[in-house]
């Protein structure tokens, strides 16, 4: 199998030593789609800037950033969920699992 993606792909892929390990867990693909996205908030950045830059010089909002009170309460937001999705799991889905 892995011989043929090799083939059909042409990249040296190799089997994972823990094959459990690696399909349990997507966390790379996670931290991988957040680089990504990270990239592609620059870009809009720098495609913006370049925007205003070339409308004349009284449209110049480059320093603004009025959504950033929106960004960083929905932070909160999130971070306050998660704080409590840690909380509640233990009790609800962890204490008291036992091995079938």
Do not use: H, W
């Not at 059909?8 to 690696?22: H, M, P, Q, R």
């Not at 009025?66 to 932070?75: G, N, R, S």
Request: proline share 3%; glycine share 6%.
């Amino acid at each position: 199998m892995v011989e043929e993606l090799r083939r059909i792909t042409g990249l040296d892929l190799k089997l994972s030593e823990n094959l459990v390990e690696a399909t349990q867990d997507t966390g790379a693909f996670v931290q991988l789609s957040g680089v990504f996205k990270r990239i592609v908030v620059k870009l809009s950045k720098v495609c913006n800037d370049l925007r205003l830059l070339s409308s004349g010089p009284r449209a110049g909002q480059l320093q603004l950033n009025v959504i950033e009170p929106v960004i960083a309460f929905q932070l909160y937001q999130s971070i306050e969920v998660m704080r409590n999705v840690m909380i509640v799991l233990p009790d609800q889905c962890v204490v008291g699992i036992t091995a079938n």
